[in-house]
């Protein structure tokens, strides 16, 4: 349930309001809004009369809500939410994240050269994978403890902020430093995770898995804002369809649908999405062009030789020419405006 309340409610009457419905057994999530303040109630709210709250002097409405993600749903928090990184870069709400980096950390020598070229192309953020979830046992698993040292090395040299992939709980100390920890598609309902992703205070990306719907990425990532942390970023990366020739299909529906359902950022990765590289620019700017909060690009000094995902990494060169058409784009359709969102 959400209550509406008037502009400007009266002080002692909100809190007389508040008092009461915490006396009932419901947690309440308040979210200020330029004009209105909204109150969602979560818990068990069957035993609430709705027409005595909409009848208070303070309350303009009282709405019941069916779906079963609160903190992750727009009603009960109409306006974008804005992930905010430690050294000021912004994301949702009209703030472009331009993620771009290998998918696993190889050297010393790799990842800060790919750091650098993708920084001097316009990225804002660097990726790259230390803890890898590979099909097969005896594919490179990751660099692990090192790859994430040298992963924060690449940021330091190049000030870009970083995000990299958890696997597991037991990892997160090691992430200390990391600015944006990734949960990929196939840990998307490792429940314990995302409750341990919870009680943290930092932005995650949760990837959608490669056979779930908007409900169930919206219902993982009410698993972590459950917690109490509430900077997620939800990311399609394609999803599992009959067509073979991509490596997964791109499900650019995503952007408009979950933008309706949710006021979280929602951050596109067209490299997983086609698995081939020649696709990889078109499809992000496709993704540009249909509202997405952000891009999260595989580029590798040398995809020939990478040792995880090189058929749809491309080089920092390809990278560098598709910047400023993803700009190019989003600045026609003027995305970086928020009434430009429906
Ligand atoms: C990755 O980002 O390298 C990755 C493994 O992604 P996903 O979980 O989407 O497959
Ligand atoms: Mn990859």
Redesign the pocket.
Known sequence: MIVILKENPNPGQLQDLTAWLKSQGVEIHTSHGQRQMILGLVGDTSRLDMDLISALDIVDEVKRVQDPYKAANRKFHPEDTVVELANGVKIGGGHFALIAGP?SVESEEQICSVALAVKAAGANILRG?AFK?RTSPYSFQGMRERGIQLLLEAKRQSGLPVVT?IMDAAQLPLFEEVDII?V???NMQNFELLHALGHIRKPILL?RGLANTYQELLMSAEHIMSGGNSQVMLCE?GIRTFETYTRNTLDLTAIPVLHKLSHLPVVI?PS?ASGRSWLVPTMGISAAATGADGLIIEVHNDPEHAWC?GPQSITPAVFQEMVPRVHAVRQALELEKEEGRA
């Open positions: 998918c994978g979830p992939e990734q990929g598609a196939r990837k990366r990765d997983h995902d």
